[in-house]
């Protein structure tokens, strides 16, 4: 196993499933990631990112029904946590039922005011043209973490299709910028 028996995964092996991710190697990503041993001591800090780079791992690659049996595995772990509804969210989106993926992602929002939980609302606002709400999604998320470049992007890219080309400027200059830092 890549990870050792007090955390989920080391430091180490995050930074190479997150560098796969980026550089999109997703299967090479989510091979790494099912070598992780669950048993044992962990934080939830550690479990909740598991559980999301899987999340992520498996959308990218379109997976749904992994996906389904990661959300079985962490409601058989951790049936209230909170990172189960971005994982439902993210699976109702990869199924095209966006609706439900709205109503998990505000309950996600709502319950954590997490990074993760604004940029994905966003996203599904933006898969239905609705760039208002997307935008205001990407802006609460960029507040909870400003030193991650996808919410910037998103947004100059929301502001570039409705014909606000000083805002996509600033917002693809300060997400290239950001991209560069991390």
Known sequence: STCDSSTVCTSTTTKVVISRLFSSEFAKAFELLSSTDLAGPHTPSDTDLFFILSCNTLYALRDADRLLLLIDQLTALDPVSSVLTLLQGSYWSLLGDHEKAILDFTSAASRTNSYDA?????????????????????????????YDYRAFFAMAQMYAQGVNADMAYY????????????
């Open 118 to 146: 604004w940029l994905q609302l966003g996203h599904e606002y933006a898969d239905l043209s609705c760039p208002k709400e997307a935008v205001a999604a990407y802006q609460k998320a960029s507040r909870e973490n400003p």
């Open 171 to 182: 917002y693809f200059v300060k997400a290239i910028a950001l991209q560069w830092v991390c």
